[in-house]
């Protein structure tokens, strides 16, 4: 899918989907040639990750933006404040933030792998972590992300507001 703006400017950013799926691609293949345990939910989990994340991010945002009041300002400073951060989404963030949406998006691709381990019923341990594919990782990676993501929903919000 592209969108284009009148400038000729890509819209609507389609390189992570497509970075995601050529992962899920690749474990496919894998899947089908050499690795015979993975189950398709397995195989699946880049895009359901992906997916799942921008669902949760956007959810999440309406959820902020409706709970906090917002002033509304005149159509001319909006167009103004459109014009100078349309282009690049964090450049008016300061630098020495934390990247919440970086790290919310970790913590929710800890909560899908663990969904697929406790849903495949998975016995033991992996990596580096001791309850992997238990209900309680489940529910802590999940509760860290969403609290991530309104992290950095509440650090956008002053900003449109004008506060900042």
């Known amino acids: 899918m592209r969108s284009f703006t009148t400038a000729g400017e890509k819209a609507i950013g389609t390189t992570g989907f497509f970075l995601f799926g ?47 009041n917002i002033g509304e300002r005149p159509a001319e400073d909006e167009t103004a404040f459109l014009e100078n951060h349309h282009r690049i989404p964090h450049d008016w963030i300061p630098h020495d933030w934390i990247p919440y949406d970086w790290i919310s998006l970790l913590f929710f691709a800890l909560f899908a792998d663990n969904l697929v381990r406790w ?21 802590i ?24």
Do not use: H
């Open 22 to 68: 050529v992962l899920t691609s690749i474990m496919a293949v894998l899947k089908l040639t050499v690795i015979t345990d993975w189950s398709w939910w397995r195989v699946s989990l880049p895009v359901a990750i992906f997916v799942g994340f921008n669902m949760v991010y956007i959810l999440v945002g309406l959820i902020y933006l409706s709970l906090v």
């Open 119 to 139: 849903w495949e019923g998975a016995e033991g341990s992996y990596w580096f972590w001791l309850l992997s594919g238990q209900i309680e990782a489940v529910l």
């Open 141 to 164: 990676f999940a509760g860290l992300s969403v609290a991530d993501l309104f992290l950095y929903w509440s650090r956008i919000g002053p900003i449109l507001d004008g506060s900042e």
